[in-house]
């Protein structure tokens, strides 16, 4: 992404690498420290200077991955922190009240105790960031979860296609906020983007945010539907400057999901963003990642891209589900030097 | 540190690649390494041995053998020895032991990866991903070739033994880049590896011992300085191919002046690396990692001097700052570092040695703050700022991670900006309008040219220079070219010294008893005739002795006009093809009109059976250069990933012709017509036999619409001129077609700016058949091949 104008300053791009310091160093990562993005008024000409060169941009996902690797003690350290980043995630038509409870219950627990003996980690009480739901089931959730320090998100207006009609979406996400989430994860109108109608696209996020209130806002862009790495970016900057907490690539229904290159290029509109406004914006890959590995090299990809800071959960989360299960085993060969299975693990 | 501190720290932590196997083969070789000479390990004579290091730490990794002059000999002798079994093998043969070579590779691909990382100190991931993956694409890549080579390059034949020489930053690389064609193309072959990193080398004497290939074919031998003179000065060496420093280059060029040695040279380079304010500059950060922070920066094509269009270069500086802070230097071994260790003490010191030579000529030094190794030989990525053209570090290879920015305001600036430099291998472009990108991609001086990307390799693409980067190409059918050449070259009659007597009738020329009108011939310069500098002419004089007139006797300030006009004249290249063969047209037709006058005067020197033939053969020879000026295009690449590449046939620019003396006509059209059909401007020196053509040849091409200066002659002593031309550092290829002592001089003195020489190393074409007088050999010396890379997708 080029910034062409009111590229003076020199220190916030430095920065960049090295943002303030904002309770990073707390092990528990908890609502508290959420922050929200004030945003700032439409700047087209932002929109206009972006430029993505996608075979660039796929050649430094390529390399990236080979580039940075983390081993034995540092990899289960990235791991259990890919799991405090997680939004535990059940989206299904066929969600039940019971299935929400035991997704909580894992969300409370991820880990078996004896891995957590094992580790030694009882000090850092691993838990995930959060439990990601219908709106159905966002009092089941926050009800289990009281006490946790673990957030419920909700999904909200029309997702995951976000066209039913903007009074209904605007009610869905007050009544989920009522209702007690303390995320929504709202989906945008994709047609905005391709119309290139930022002003609408500015409008409607922003409908949203007020509408959300104090609840922390993640706007999914549905980068699959997008189609460009240029058009993802775009719709990344108005989304932030419309005051999104949180940019998130997909709802996971979308026939492709999170692929790092569309993390690469969020990731940079981020730290664009942070450059001209010095807020901090979030950032939530989700769908299709289901390996610890992957969980990995996007942890690797937020490092170097954004930096140390945006390893936490205020700033950073997957939207998974089956992640979690993968790197329980990987902790259990680190502990144990033995492969394991899946049966071995209880299941969210 | 518990596993907790490591949670909240969030770094990265060590992640070392295994070099016990590598190590282990070490031992097995009791650290103890002797020359591959006729498919067994032959101890060096006398028993000198030097040792190979782990640039990362100093260790000793193994004792190396000093090849003696006795040492390369016998390995040239089981290379002369090898030659004839291994080019009776049918092509498909040698395509087998080729594929076999790339499988072995890739079964052995991470041992031959750690002995790489461990001998010259680049990170695992390069050896592992780059390095390696690319040695086995390059053996597959050339098993196809010497499949296909009747079919492909029918005429053509293998050139015998080829010694090899190549350089440290990419050791196993660059053996596949000179084995695989030389091999392919039916070569038997000597290499010495550089003394800094030979490992690579003697690990892959022993793949071919492993696949069973016939034993003298290739031939490994370890050494420093000392023993690649040995090899170049080897009378038995048909053809050198070397990587490696402009310097040791031209030493090698004079040395093998006076030889029939065929030449290919890989050398340095400074390319450009030109960020548009349209680029994605994020992106473009991301090749300077891969172009300048690659192999720590000792790359020949490393993106070494940063162009920043204006508008854009603060922002760009702060971001490059930005992630030097991210770059990890460290063991090359972990597979988590980005920059490895620098290759040598020597090395670390010219980098070091240069940076404060930048720094004390006004150069700001961006540095990041992490601290290196306490060990090894390392030196952190680095930015200077505030420099110009004029700076040293500007003009000079540093070849280290040292990143030279300086800033352009047009697109013309940027240009010429990239071009102001001696080299000429390779640039980066990187703009999102195609327009822009293209057009600066065509107009760098450079024989790669990547757009919106850097440092791409594939077997199939072309890869070497312009200018004092070298000349020859590796990969790609161009690659292939160097490896062979003509079969009825080498036996060709040596050129006679001058043309024989005949006593042929002459056609009455005039009117007997009253004298003609005199006719004053002149130079040829810039389109208009001129008057020689020196104010003297030359008598020219038939076959029987008598005097046929008077031509002029240019010296060196006629050659430097000619230069200068040939120069001016460089517009001729972008003549669209079509025009190009309009005006060829037109000078076949003007020829053809003065066929009988032209035919007469040059009887009374050639004799009248030859004359016909020669003016009627260049009439049909400017018929054919004007066919293929439209014809005798590039190609278009498909490497792996999804991207373009053009491999574009441009001028090679302003060339010197010395003309042979057996056809005086025909020998200067048979090579002056091919060099300006492909966009060429040439400064010709007639032979002195007959130099009274060019007052002919001025009149047709004057009316020919030819612009001025495409073609300037220059008549005098040839071998007086010979100096001149060959020293000029504005003349970029020289063509001689003398005897043998001019073909060496002009190879000798050529050093100066390394223009491409082109000779008949003594020998006679016989420029009266088609085989041998014209077609693809002449137009493959008139071009050179740019590969302009172009990845796509949105």
Same mark, same amino acid.
């Given at each position: 992404?080029?910034?062409?104008?009111?590229?003076?300053?020199?220190?916030?791009?430095?920065?960049?690498?090295?943002?303030?310091?904002?309770?990073?160093?707390?092990?528990?990562?908890?609502?508290?420290?959420?922050?929200?993005?004030?945003?700032?008024?439409?700047?087209?000409?932002?929109?206009?200077?972006?430029?993505?060169?996608?075979?660039?941009?796929?050649?430094?996902?390529?390399?990236?991955?080979?580039?940075?690797?983390?081993?034995?003690?540092?990899?289960?350290?990235?791991?259990?922190?890919?799991?405090?980043?997680?939004?535990?995630?059940?989206?299904?038509?066929?969600?039940?009240?019971?299935?929400?409870?035991?997704?909580?219950?894992?969300?409370?627990?991820?880990?078996?105790?004896?891995?957590?003996?094992?580790?030694?980690?009882?000090?850092?009480?691993?838990?995930?960031? #959060?439990?990601?739901?219908?709106?159905?089931?966002? $009092?089941?959730?926050?009800?289990?979860?009281?006490?946790?320090?673990?957030?419920?998100?909700?999904?909200?207006?029309?997702?995951?296609?976000?066209?039913?009609?903007?009074?209904?979406?605007?009610?869905?996400?007050?009544?989920?906020?009522?209702?007690?989430?303390?995320?929504?994860?709202?989906?945008?109108?994709?047609?905005?983007?391709?119309?290139?109608?930022?002003?609408?696209?500015?409008?409607?996020?922003?409908?949203?945010?007020?509408?959300?209130?104090?609840?922390?806002?993640?706007?999914?862009?549905?980068?699959?539907?997008?189609?460009?790495?240029?058009?993802?970016?775009?719709?990344?900057?108005?989304?932030?400057?419309?005051?999104?907490?949180?940019?998130?690539?997909?709802?996971?229904?979308?026939?492709?999901?999170?692929?790092?290159?569309?993390?690469?290029?969020?990731?940079?509109?981020?730290?664009?963003?942070?450059?001209?406004?010095?807020?901090?914006?979030?950032?939530?890959?989700?769908?299709?990642?289901?390996?610890?590995?992957?969980?990995?090299?996007?942890?690797?990809?937020?490092?170097?891209?954004?930096?140390?800071?945006?390893?936490?959960?205020?700033?950073?989360?997957?939207?998974?589900?089956?992640?979690?299960?993968?790197?329980?085993?990987?902790? $259990?060969?680190?502990?144990?030097?033995?492969?394991?299975?899946?049966?071995?693990?209880?299941?969210? | 540190?518990?596993?907790?501190?490591?949670?909240?720290?969030?770094?990265?932590?060590?992640?070392?690649?295994?070099?016990?196997?590598?190590?282990?083969?070490?031992?097995?070789?009791?650290?103890?390494?002797?020359?591959?000479?006729?498919?067994?390990?032959?101890?060096?004579?006398?028993? =000198?041995?030097?040792?190979?290091?782990?640039?990362?730490?100093? $260790?000793?990794?193994?004792?190396?053998?000093?090849?003696?002059?006795?040492?390369?000999?016998?390995?040239?002798?089981?290379?002369?020895?090898?030659?004839?079994?291994?080019?009776?093998?049918?092509?498909?043969?040698?395509?087998?032991?080729?594929?076999?070579?790339?499988?072995?590779?890739?079964?052995?691909?991470?041992?031959?990866?750690?002995?790489?990382?461990?001998?010259?100190?680049?990170?695992?991931? &390069?050896?592992?991903?780059?390095?390696?993956?690319?040695?086995?694409?390059?053996?597959?890549?050339?098993?196809?070739?010497?499949?296909?080579?009747?079919? =492909?390059?029918?005429?053509?034949?293998?050139?015998?033994?080829?010694?090899?020489?190549?350089?440290?930053?990419?050791?196993?690389?660059?053996?596949?880049?000179?084995?695989?064609?030389?091999?392919?193309?039916?070569?038997?072959?000597? *290499?010495?590896?550089?003394?800094?990193?030979?490992?690579?080398?003697?690990?892959?004497?022993?793949?071919?011992?492993?696949?069973? *290939?016939?034993?003298?074919?290739?031939?490994?031998?370890?050494?420093?300085?000392?023993?690649?003179?040995?090899?170049?000065?080897?009378? &038995?060496?048909?053809?050198?191919?070397?990587?490696?420093?402009?310097?040791?280059?031209?030493?090698?060029?004079?040395?093998?002046?006076?030889?029939?040695?065929?030449?290919?040279?890989?050398?340095?380079?400074?390319?450009?690396?030109?960020?548009?304010?349209?680029?994605?500059?994020?992106?473009?950060?991301?090749?300077?990692?891969?172009?300048?922070?690659?192999?720590?920066?000792?790359?020949?094509? !490393?993106?070494?001097?940063?162009?920043?269009?204006?508008?854009?270069?603060?922002?760009?500086?702060?971001?490059?700052?930005?992630?030097?802070?991210?770059?990890?230097?460290?063991?090359?071994?972990?597979?988590?570092?980005?920059?490895?260790?620098?290759?040598?003490?020597?090395?670390?010191?010219?980098?070091?040695?240069?940076?404060?030579?930048?720094?004390? $000529?006004?150069?700001?030094?961006?540095?990041?703050?992490?601290?290196?190794?306490?060990?090894?030989?390392?030196?952190?990525?680095?930015?200077?700022?505030?420099?110009?053209?004029?700076?040293?570090?500007?003009?000079? &290879?540093?070849?280290?991670?040292?990143?030279?920015?300086?800033?352009?305001?047009?697109?013309?600036?940027?240009?010429? *900006? #990239?071009?102001?430099? !001696?080299?000429?291998?390779?640039?980066?472009?990187?703009?999102?309008?195609?327009?822009?990108?293209?057009?600066?991609?065509?107009?760098?001086?450079?024989?790669?040219?990547?757009?919106?990307?850097?440092?791409?390799?594939?077997?199939?693409?072309?890869?070497?220079?312009?200018?004092?980067?070298?000349?020859?190409?590796?990969?790609?059918?161009?690659?292939?070219?160097?490896?062979?050449?003509?079969?009825?070259?080498?036996?060709?009659?040596?050129?006679?010294?001058?043309?024989?007597?005949?006593?042929?009738?002459?056609?009455?020329?005039?009117? =007997?008893? &009253?004298?003609?009108?005199?006719?004053?011939?002149?130079?040829?310069?810039?389109?208009?005739?001129?008057?020689?500098?020196?104010?003297?002419?030359?008598?020219?004089?038939?076959?029987?002795?008598?005097?046929?007139?008077?031509?002029?006797?240019?010296?060196?300030?006629?050659?430097?006009?000619?230069?200068?006009?040939?120069?001016?004249?460089?517009?001729?290249?972008?003549?669209?093809?079509?025009?190009?063969?309009?005006?060829?047209?037109?000078?076949?037709?003007?020829?053809?009109?003065?066929?009988?006058?032209?035919?007469?005067?040059?009887?009374?020197?050639?004799?009248?059976?030859?004359?016909?033939?020669?003016?009627?053969?260049?009439?049909?020879?400017?018929?054919?250069?004007?066919?293929?000026?439209?014809?005798?295009?590039?190609?278009?690449?498909?490497?792996?990933?999804?991207?373009?590449?053009?491999?574009?046939?441009?001028?090679?620019?302003?060339?010197?012709?010395?003309?042979?003396?057996?056809?005086?006509?025909?020998?200067?059209?048979?090579?002056?017509?091919?060099?300006?059909?492909?966009?060429?401007?040439?400064?010709?020196?007639?032979?002195?036999?007959?130099?009274?053509?060019?007052?002919?040849?001025?009149?047709?091409?004057?009316?020919?619409?030819?612009?001025?200066?495409?073609?300037?002659?220059?008549?005098?002593?040839?071998?007086?001129?010979?100096?001149?031309?060959?020293?000029?550092?504005?003349?970029?290829?020289?063509?001689?077609?003398?005897?043998? !002592?001019?073909? !060496?001089?002009?190879?000798?003195?050529?050093?100066?700016?390394?223009?491409?020489?082109?000779?008949?190393?003594?020998?006679?074409?016989?420029?009266?058949?088609?085989?041998?007088?014209?077609?693809?050999?002449?137009?493959?010396?008139?071009?050179?091949?740019?590969?302009?890379?172009?990845?796509?997708?949105?």
């Amino acid at each position: 992404m080029a910034v062409r104008q009111n590229a003076t300053r020199d220190e916030a791009l430095s920065v960049a690498s090295k943002p303030p310091q904002k309770e990073s160093s707390s092990v528990h990562h908890t609502n508290n420290s959420l922050i929200p993005n004030k945003g700032m008024p439409l700047n087209l000409d932002l929109i206009d200077e972006i430029e993505i060169n996608t075979s660039a941009v796929e050649r430094r996902a390529a390399s990236l991955v080979t580039r940075r690797t983390v081993k034995k003690e540092w990899q289960a350290a990235w791991l259990l922190r890919a799991i405090t980043c997680m939004d535990l995630t059940t989206l299904s038509g066929d969600d039940t009240h019971e299935r929400v409870l035991r997704l909580c219950a894992k969300a409370r627990r991820p880990l078996q105790q004896h891995l957590v003996d094992q580790l030694g980690i009882k000090e850092l009480d691993i838990k995930v960031a #959060a439990v990601c739901v219908y709106h159905n089931f966002v $009092e089941t959730a926050v009800t289990a979860l009281e006490g946790t320090g673990i957030n419920v998100a909700a999904v909200s207006t029309g997702f995951p296609a976000g066209l039913s009609p903007l009074a209904e979406r605007v009610g869905e996400v007050r009544r989920s906020v009522e209702a007690g989430a303390q995320e929504i994860d709202i989906v945008i109108t994709r047609a905005h983007v391709f119309g290139g109608e930022w002003q609408a696209l500015y409008d409607e996020v922003a409908t949203f945010k007020e509408a959300c209130g104090k609840a922390h806002m993640k706007a999914i862009l549905g980068t699959g539907d997008l189609l460009t790495l240029r058009n993802v970016a775009r719709a990344s900057v108005v989304a932030m400057m419309a005051g999104s907490d949180f940019i998130k690539t997909s709802t996971g229904k979308e026939t492709v999901n999170a692929t790092l290159p569309v993390g690469i290029v969020m990731a940079r509109a981020i730290r664009e963003y942070f450059r001209h406004t010095g807020m901090m914006v979030g950032f939530k890959p989700a769908g299709g990642i289901r390996t610890a590995k992957q969980s990995l090299e996007w942890l690797a990809m937020m490092k170097e891209e954004l930096g140390t800071p945006w390893l936490n959960a205020d700033l950073f989360r997957f939207g998974a589900s089956g992640m979690l299960a993968d790197i329980e085993r990987q902790l $259990e060969h680190f502990a144990t030097g033995r492969y394991s299975a899946d049966y071995r693990h209880p299941i969210a | 540190m518990s596993i907790a501190q490591r949670f909240v720290s969030m770094e990265y932590g060590p992640a070392p690649e295994d070099p016990k196997e590598a190590l282990t083969w070490l031992d097995a070789h009791k650290r103890k390494f002797s020359h591959f000479i006729n498919g067994e390990w032959q101890s060096p004579q006398p028993a =000198e041995y030097f040792d190979s290091n782990d640039p990362s730490n100093g $260790e000793l990794l193994a004792k190396i053998a000093q090849g003696s002059a006795a040492d390369v000999d016998a390995a040239v002798k089981a290379a002369r020895a090898a030659l004839p079994a291994w080019q009776k093998l049918t092509p498909h043969i040698r395509a087998r032991y080729l594929y076999a070579i790339a499988r072995q590779v890739q079964k052995h691909s991470r041992r031959l990866a750690v002995l790489e990382t461990i001998d010259n100190g680049k990170p695992i991931r &390069e050896s592992r991903d780059i390095d390696i993956p690319l040695v086995a694409r390059h053996f597959y890549h050339h098993a196809g070739w010497a499949q296909v080579l009747d079919q =492909e390059f029918h005429g053509y034949t293998a050139c015998g033994v080829v010694g090899q020489i190549i350089p440290w930053n990419f050791p196993m690389l660059m053996l596949a880049w000179k084995i695989a064609p030389a091999l392919a193309a039916g070569n038997t072959v000597v *290499l010495k590896p550089a003394e800094f990193t030979p490992i690579t080398a003697l690990a892959f004497a022993e793949i071919c011992q492993e696949i069973g *290939l016939p034993k003298g074919v290739v031939n490994i031998i370890t050494g420093d300085g000392r023993t690649g003179e040995a090899l170049v000065k080897h009378p &038995e060496v048909d053809k050198i191919a070397f990587t490696g420093s402009t310097e040791v280059g031209r030493a090698i060029r004079k040395a093998t002046a006076d030889s029939p040695k065929k030449l290919s040279l890989e050398l340095g380079g400074k390319s450009p690396f030109v960020i548009f304010d349209d680029a994605d500059l994020d992106s473009a950060v991301e090749g300077l990692v891969d172009g300048i922070w690659f192999n720590q920066g000792q790359v020949c094509c !490393a993106g070494s001097r940063l162009l920043m269009q204006e508008s854009i270069a603060e922002a760009l500086v702060a971001k490059i700052r930005a992630r030097m802070e991210n770059l990890r230097v460290g063991s090359p071994l972990d597979k988590a570092i980005d920059i490895g260790a620098i290759v040598a003490p020597v090395q670390l010191d010219r980098i070091k040695r240069l940076v404060e030579q930048g720094v004390s $000529e006004g150069a700001t030094c961006s540095q990041p703050s992490y601290a290196l190794p306490a060990k090894g030989l390392y030196f952190p990525p680095t930015l200077l700022t505030n420099v110009h053209p004029s700076s040293t570090v500007a003009q000079e &290879e540093i070849f280290g991670p040292v990143l030279a920015a300086m800033t352009f305001r047009t697109l013309k600036e940027a240009v010429e *900006l #990239a071009n102001n430099t !001696a080299y000429g291998l390779a640039a980066s472009v990187w703009s999102e309008n195609i327009n822009v990108a293209l057009q600066v991609a065509a107009q760098i001086k450079a024989g790669v040219v990547w757009v919106n990307s850097t440092n791409m390799f594939d077997a199939a693409c072309g890869f070497g220079g312009y200018r004092e980067s070298g000349y020859g190409r590796e990969g790609g059918r161009e690659g292939m070219l160097e490896y062979l050449q003509p079969a009825w070259f080498k036996d060709a009659p040596k050129v006679k010294p001058s043309p024989a007597a005949k006593n042929d009738e002459l056609p009455a020329d005039g009117n =007997e008893g &009253e004298p003609s009108i005199d006719r004053t011939v002149k130079l040829y310069i810039g389109g208009k005739q001129a008057r020689p500098d020196s104010g003297y002419s030359m008598a020219v004089r038939a076959a029987d002795g008598t005097l046929l007139g008077e031509a002029p006797l240019g010296n060196r300030k006629d050659i430097r006009n000619a230069v200068e006009a040939a120069r001016k004249a460089e517009g001729w290249a972008k003549t669209a093809a079509h025009g190009k063969a309009q005006v060829l047209y037109y000078i076949a037709e003007n020829l053809s009109q003065r066929r009988d006058e032209i035919t007469s005067r040059l009887a009374r020197v050639v004799g009248a059976k030859q004359a016909v033939a020669e003016v009627d053969l260049s009439i049909q020879r400017v018929f054919s250069y004007a066919a293929w000026a439209d014809k005798f295009d590039g190609r278009v690449h498909n490497p792996p990933g999804r991207n373009v590449t053009l491999a574009m046939h441009e001028a090679i620019g302003t060339i010197a012709i010395l003309c042979p003396t057996e056809a005086p006509l025909l020998g200067f059209i048979s090579l002056a017509l091919p060099a300006i059909a492909m966009g060429n401007t040439i400064v010709a020196v007639p032979s002195e036999a007959y130099p009274l053509i060019v007052g002919d040849l001025y009149q047709v091409f004057d009316t020919s619409d030819l612009p001025g200066g495409v073609v300037n002659i220059v008549t005098g002593r040839p071998t007086e001129l010979l100096k001149t031309l060959a020293e000029h550092d504005d003349i970029d290829a020289i063509w001689c077609f003398r005897d043998e !002592a001019a073909s !060496a001089q002009v190879k000798a003195l050529s050093i100066g700016n390394l223009k491409q020489v082109w000779t008949n190393d003594g020998r006679a074409f016989d420029w009266f058949t088609t085989a041998q007088g014209e077609g693809h050999l002449f137009l493959e010396h008139a071009i050179q091949v740019k590969n302009i890379w172009v990845p796509y997708g949105e």
